[in-house]
């Protein structure tokens, strides 16, 4: 029989999660919010949860795609309305982006309740979540991990940093020290570009068919080009991701500059009162020093495809 899943967190990249367990023929129960993403997952064959506890009961897994250590401390452990301090007892699969510090601790106080968990954070966007080809992260005892595999081969590949908890988000902050410093950079290159007087639509051309090219600036100038807000990933993202990053260097005693200027330029991009729009918006902050702006018209042969949101 297919494992009984538990799923809380249906936003960009947990519908889209949900959504591939459900394809695998998973039996899932989900919780949100929202009620109108609980509904849109249960047309798709999942079971709707009125609250964490009712996803929670009697599943065998228990996934959490939620923004930050908060929310993953709140469905985990509340006294009213958590789920292991209302009695699960089985994996908490955890994809949340959070200090390792705080997986390590965290993962004490479940085991403490007779729960288990996985430190898994994921990568990889939108598409890639929907198809369940995520990338992710994971770290925990290898009895632990036997145990949810068969889930998280359902949403994609992972990779296994080691049996002790913490491991998978620091691999994710690593990731996330090079995601957010090539996006401020390729803002950075195109405002640069722009106050040149390059046609920033065949900068966007030359650059990703040639040595400069990263996936970030394939995957945001498009909206930088567009001036489309559309918060696929929002610029309030970054700091938070960035400020583990600083943390943890700091705590190990290694600089990191180039995270630290990356930082910045998104507080600059929040201090504008774009902390909701897209994080591809960052160039508004180079957009405002240098009086000239990134955005073109669209030629005639179309723009740049827009990107599924990816961190």
């Known amino acids: 029989m297919p494992l009984q899943v538990g799923f809380v967190g249906l936003g960009a990249m947990g519908s889209g999660m949900a959504s591939s367990l459900v394809s695998k023929g998973m039996r899932v129960r989900v919780f949100d919010m929202r009620k109108e993403a609980v509904d849109k997952l249960a047309k798709l064959g ?15 897994v228990l996934v959490l795609a939620v923004l930050n250590d908060k929310q993953v401390t709140s469905v985990l ?9 209302g009695g699960f007892r089985g994996v908490c699969v ?13 993962s004490a106080k479940v085991a403490k309740l007779g729960a288990k968990y996985v430190d898994a954070p994921m990568s990889g966007g ?27 081969d359902a949403m994609g590949k992972s990779y296994v940093l080691g049996q002790k908890v913490g491991l998978g988000s620091s691999m994710k902050m690593v990731n996330q020290l090079l995601a957010g410093s090539h996006i401020v950079v390729a803002a950075e290159a195109m405002a640069l570009g722009a106050k040149a007087g390059l046609d920033t639509r065949q900068v966007y051309e030359i650059i990703t068919a040639a040595a400069g090219n990263s996936f970030m600036f394939e995957n945001r100038v498009p909206h930088m080009l567009d001036d489309d807000p559309t918060p696929h990933s929002a610029v309030d993202i970054w700091p938070k991701d960035l400020g583990i990053v600083l943390d943890e260097s700091k705590r190990l005693g290694l600089p990191c500059p180039m995270a630290g200027m990356a930082m910045q330029q998104f507080l600059a991009a929040r201090g504008l009162g774009l902390g909701s729009k897209d994080d591809s918006f960052v160039v508004k902050v180079y957009e405002a020093l240098g009086g000239t702006p990134v955005a073109s018209p669209k030629s005639s042969d179309g723009p740049p495809q827009k990107r599924a949101k990816s961190s």
């Open 126 to 152: 939108t598409i890639k979540a929907a198809a369940g080809q995520l990338t992710f992260m994971v770290s925990g005892e290898e009895s632990v991990l036997k145990s949810c595999q068969e889930v998280l």
């Open 46 to 60: 999942a079971s709707p949860a009125a609250s964490v506890r009712e996803c929670a009961k009697d599943v065998d």
């Open 77 to 85: 452990l509340d006294e009213a309305t958590g789920a292991v301090s």
């Open 94 to 106: 955890v994809c949340a982006t959070v200090p390792p510090a705080f997986a390590e601790e965290i």
